[in-house]
C-alpha cells in the first residue's frame, strides 16, 4: 500500500492519497480544491488512476477538489450515506467496505462534529479520523447539526474501542502533529480522557469558537461538489 | 520504533522525534526554538527520555530549538563535524553511527547547501534529508559556503544510491508533501533528474531567490546552539 499525507497550510487541512501499489488503484481522500493541480501531478508522476475521491463529511472550512479532479480524472465521488450532497456519485454507509485494489477501506460513522460523518479505517491499520477525532483535539459541535453527545459516543464506542496500535490520521492540525495513535488519544486527548459523556457535552458547549472564514462559501460549494469554485 | 514527522507552519519546517519504544530513549531531529513546548510535551505525554537533539546542518531560516531542549531535559547537543556549533556536545562524522536504544542512526555527510551538513539514516529504511534533497526540489547553494557540484555529487551519488523503497523526510516542504522515496526522487526531482552536473550548477546559480527572512538572526543563533534567543 502507498499511504500519502498532503497538507493545505491556508486551511490546516490533511488530504490522504492511498493507493495499491500492484493495481494502481488509488483514492484520495478529502481533497483540498487549491491542492487539485498539487494533487493531479502526484497521481500521474506515480503512474496511478484516481478510483475515487471520498469525503469524511461537508467541509465547512474548505472547499472540495473532488468536482475538479471528477473532471481530471473520471473518478467517482463517493460521500457519507445522508449528507447533503446530491452531485455524488454513490454514498456509504456505516461498516459499509470499500475495495481499492486490494485495499480495504471502512467506513465508521462518527456523526456528531455534522449530522453525516464517517471516519474510515484502511487495512485495519491507518484510520482517517476527519473531524472526528483530532490529535489531542475533536471536530466543534456548534453548527452544521452537530452534537457533542452523539460525537462523544461515536468516539469512545467506535473509535476508541479499535487497538491501541491503530494509526490516528486527523482531518485537520493546526499545531505540527502529523499522527497518533488510538492507544495515544485514550490516555492524552484532553477533549475526551477523564471526562464524562455530560462533562464533554458542557466543555463543547462553551468553546464559544468564532465561525470559520470560509463557512458561507464553503457548505454550498461541497453541498455541490466543489462544482461552485468550478463556474467561477 | 516510533516516528514522528512534527512541522512548524511559520518556516515550513519538519522535526523528526525517533524513539526506541522499549527502552524509551528519544532523539529530535532539527527541533525549532518556537516548538519547544510542543515537542517537550510529547516527549512527556510518550514517557520518552531526549537522549540528544541533531542537528543536519547549521540552519539560516529557523532558529533551533536545542538549547532550550538542553535546559530542559539535559539531552546532548549533536552537531555536523565541521559545523562552527562550539557549544555541541558532541560531533558526528561521515558514516558514523549513532545508537538510541535499539534503534541505529547512520551519518551520511551530504554537503553543498552548507558546507557542513549531514543526512541521517534510521534504521536503514527512514532517510532524513535535511536542507540536501526535498522532494522535487533541494536547498539552495548559494550562502553559507555552499557549493552546487558538491551538492550535486553527495545526492547523487550517496542518497541517489540507496535502495529506491527508502523512505525520504525532507528538513522542509512549501507544498505540503510529507514524505518521499528515493526511487521517486532519483525519477522525478526536475533538480537533478536528467541533468548533468554542469547543468545542475547552472542552475541553482541562476535561482536568484531572496535571502531568508530570519538568515541575520538564526545564522548566529544557531552557531550559539540557540542560545542566543533564550537571553532575550
Redesign the interface.
Known amino acids: 500500500m502507498l499511504f ?6 491556508e486551511t ?1 487541512t490533511y488530504t490522504y492519497l492511498i493507493a495499491d501499489t500492484v493495481t494502481q488503484d488509488a483514492a484520495l481522500v478529502d481533497p483540498v480544491l487549491e ?1 487539485v493541480e ?1 494533487d493531479n501531478r ?1 497521481l500521474h ?2 503512474n496511478l488512476t484516481l478510483n475515487f475521491c471520498l469525503e469524511t463529511h461537508v467541509h465547512a472550512d474548505h472547499i472540495t477538489g473532488t468536482g475538479q479532479l471528477r473532471e481530471l480524472t473520471h473518478c467517482k465521488g463517493i460521500v457519507p450515506l445522508n449528507a447533503q450532497i446530491t452531485c455524488a456519485n454513490q454514498t456509504v454507509s456505516h461498516n459499509q467496505v470499500l475495495s481499492l485494489g486490494n485495499i480495504n477501506i471502512r467506513a465508521i460513522e462518527t456523526n456528531g462534529h455534522t449530522d453525516s460523518h464517517m471516519s474510515y479505517l484502511i487495512n485495519g491499520t491507518h484510520l482517517l479520523t476527519g473531524d472526528a477525532l483530532f490529535i489531542r483535539g475533536c471536530g466543534r459541535t456548534d453548527f452544521q447539526q452537530g452534537n457533542a453527545g452523539i460525537l462523544y459516543d461515536r468516539v469512545t464506542q467506535r473509535l476508541f474501542t479499535l487497538p491501541d496500535e491503530t494509526l490516528v490520521y486527523p482531518g485537520h492540525d493546526y ?5 497518533s495513535t488510538i492507544g ?1 488519544e485514550k490516555c ?1 486527548n484532553p477533549r475526551f480522557t477523564g471526562r464524562t459523556r455530560d462533562q464533554f457535552i458542557t466543555l463543547m458547549g462553551n468553546l464559544n469558537l468564532p465561525n470559520p472564514k470560509k463557512m458561507m462559501e464553503a457548505v454550498p460549494a461541497n453541498e455541490g461538489c466543489g462544482q461552485v469554485a468550478l463556474t467561477s
Open positions: 500519502r499525507q498532503l497538507f493545505d497550510q490546516s491542492q498539487r502526484l508522476e506515480l499545531r505540527g502533529h502529523t499522527v495515544e492524552l
